[in-house]
């Protein structure tokens, strides 16, 4: 499908500034009404250019007339999303963060912030399956406790033996991971955490303006994932909730939770690939927050000559003020 | 395009170092017009003690070749001028030991070491040695050229007493000893050599201080630089471990830190009463038959 507007016929997106849909070209707001509901994939059913795309794909722009397609099969029945988190900031607002960020930045390529690279910025939104746990964590073990004072000459050590039970339960909400293949998990984690409050439920109209994917792989199949990032919290408010002792023995120690409740759910990422010496340097942006993940290419030789510099410097300066001291 | 990339890139490094270079800039003038001020006011320290005879050299043992008299009394008299303390050298042949030695020469012990610096003590005392003043600043080298009784005394005075602890005492006797048996002009004058360089300055205590920072300081400072920029770091982690939990905490249905039990041990704690010494200035403090403060030490072959 592709969202048309009422007035004049343009591609009608959702805007995170206006926070909600209109029309670039006529500037009509909420103008937007469905058109070619359920069209063929392989050709743009606006003006009839071919499309490529992949087998994941939900959401694309027509290289030639630009219009945002929207794969209706691909975000309905089992590919419906539950809930979507709205792209919050816009390309605007991201470019300018990404100026900010990296304008200190000495060693990064010269055309690294221009306006003709920084407009190739995407925004994307990401499968992710969001998983509760109901967790329960328990522990028994020996803490000891020492303590040490000395009295005329003589040092006085005393060592205190305790019993050490926990049992908590912990409740889970949320945990996300990716089902994004393309996606870096490690990069998708660096950009978390999202707001869930503002998790709003799914309507198609929300992708129009934005790139987007379905699930990849189903919940099961990475809710590994997830569970590590559980029982990695979980140990650290155990080990937290344990405080005093200068050593503790366990005895037993046990995190368990039933299998989770899932959601599928769209997150808001902007991506700009940055291309440097035939190399792709990806950047992520939280859609939402603003968080920037990515390293900017440097350029060794001007590193090195940066590095023998300072130390040049450096050394002159310290010889200058030993012979002034002197 | 290229040309507008590495014109930006030189800008930039201009930009950056900017404050470097301009530091260095005025670094290095202030040095230039520090050491030029330094080359006038070094050498003009004017000697205060007119008491003193010019004399500083006197081989009553006769080691030294007229030549080789000549020679030391030019190097302390160059010495002097720079360090502002008066270098005097003293040869003997007389013995300084035994009940014999006291009654035929009148000194006040029987021991080799207090005689030699006694003898060292008056002759600086009753020359009125010293730079700024009679009994001021200024140091005593007397070798004893008697047979079964060879030995150098160092006495100190005024600076000289207090820069020199145990240590710098010892060292400049020990370039003494290191030429005496083959070449007494060189023994004198590395002594010679050794306490002027001790006097001018902090050159062995700041200057390897120094050095060791010029070394290690731009190494280590560049080095972080180089390191920290070539290794980018994508971005950190933003989430805690409570994040995902509803209400920011866990809920808690047992917890229980139940006392078992409890031994106490103690320990004897070992005092040890250990001193050390050297450095410092001020090595083997005394005062003189004539009342006044000097330093010294001797080492006898």
């Keep these: 499908m592709i969202f048309k507007c009422k007035n004049c016929g343009g591609n009608s997106v959702y805007s995170p500034e206006k926070k909600r849909m209109y029309c670039p070209f006529c500037e009509s707001e909420n103008s937007e009404e469905r058109q070619y509901e359920h069209a063929r994939m392989q050709i743009c059913p606006n003006c009839g250019g071919e499309v490529s795309y992949t087998e994941h794909t939900s959401a694309l722009q027509c290289p030639y007339c630009e219009n945002y397609i929207i794969f209706d099969e691909r975000i309905e029945g089992a590919y419906a999303p539950g809930r979507i988190i709205l792209f919050k900031l816009s390309k605007e607002n991201v470019k300018e963060l990404i100026r900010d960020k990296f304008r200190k930045c000495t060693f990064a390529p010269t055309d690294f912030l221009s306006e003709a690279r920084l407009n190739t910025i995407t925004g994307e939104y990401i499968p992710f399956w969001i998983y509760n746990y109901d967790a329960r964590c328990r522990f028994q073990g020996e803490g000891v406790k020492r303590r040490t004072w000395v009295t005329g000459n003589t040092e006085y050590t005393e060592t205190s033996y305790y019993h050490v039970v926990r049992d908590m339960n912990i409740d889970f909400q949320g945990i996300p991971a990716d089902a994004s293949v393309k996606m870096p998990d490690e990069i998708m984690d660096l950009l978390e955490p999202y707001n869930y409050g503002e998790m709003i439920p799914f309507r198609p109209e929300y992708m129009s303006g934005f790139l987007g994917e379905k699930y990849n792989m189903a919940a099961e199949i990475i809710e590994n994932r997830a569970h590590a990032k559980m029982e990695s919290s979980a140990a650290t408010i155990l080990q937290q909730s344990i405080k005093g002792y200068s050593s503790l023995k366990p005895a037993y120690r046990n995190i368990a939770a039933p299998s989770p409740d899932t959601e599928f759910a769209l997150l808001p990422v902007w991506v700009y690939r940055y291309i440097y010496k035939e190399k792709e340097y990806p950047f992520y942006v939280n859609g939402q927050t603003g968080k920037i993940i990515g390293s900017t290419p440097v350029s060794k030789a001007k590193v090195w000559a940066y590095g023998a510099t300072l130390w040049a410097c450096l050394t002159i300066a310290l010889v200058l003020i030993a012979v002034i001291i002197m | ?301």
């Design chain 2, 1 to 301: 395009m290229e040309n507008d990339f590495k014109r930006e890139a030189r800008k930039q490094y201009w930009l950056f170092f900017r404050f470097w270079f301009i530091g260095i800039g005025i670094l290095a003038v202030t040095a230039t017009v520090m050491a030029m001020a330094q080359n006038t006011t070094r050498f003009v320290r004017e000697r205060q003690n007119m008491q003193a005879p010019s004399e500083r050299v006197y081989d009553y043992a006769n080691v030294l070749t007229d030549a080789e008299e000549d020679k030391l009394r030019e190097l302390i008299a160059e010495k002097e001028a720079l360090i502002g303390c008066d270098l005097v050298l003293v040869t003997m042949e007389q013995p300084v030991e035994g009940v014999e030695a006291k009654e035929t020469y009148g000194y006040r012990f029987a021991d080799w070491e207090s005689n030699m610096q006694d003898i060292a003590d008056d002759f600086y005392d009753n020359h009125f040695f010293g730079y700024d003043a009679p009994y001021g600043d200024g140091a005593l080298l007397l070798d004893n050229w008697y047979e079964g009784q060879e030995g150098t005394h160092l006495s100190t005075c005024g600076k000289v007493f207090d820069k020199f602890g145990d240590r710098e005492i010892d060292r400049a006797l020990t370039c003494v000893d290191d030429y005496i048996d083959s070449d007494p002009y060189s023994a004198y004058s590395a002594s010679i050599l050794y306490i002027t360089e001790v006097m001018s300055g902090e050159k062995t205590g700041l200057g390897s201080v120094f050095l060791l920072l010029i070394l290690i300081v731009p190494i280590a400072a560049a080095g972080t630089f180089t390191g920290t920029h070539l290794r980018s770091k994508e971005g950190k982690i933003t989430t805690t471990a409570t994040t995902y939990i509803e209400g920011g905490r866990p809920v808690m249905n047992v917890q229980r830190d139940d006392f078992v039990r409890k031994h106490v041990s103690q320990r004897k704690i070992q005092t040890s009463s250990s001193s050390s010494g050297g450095g410092g200035g001020r090595g083997g403090a005394h005062v003189s038959s004539g009342g006044h403060s000097h330093g010294g030490g001797s080492h006898r072959r």
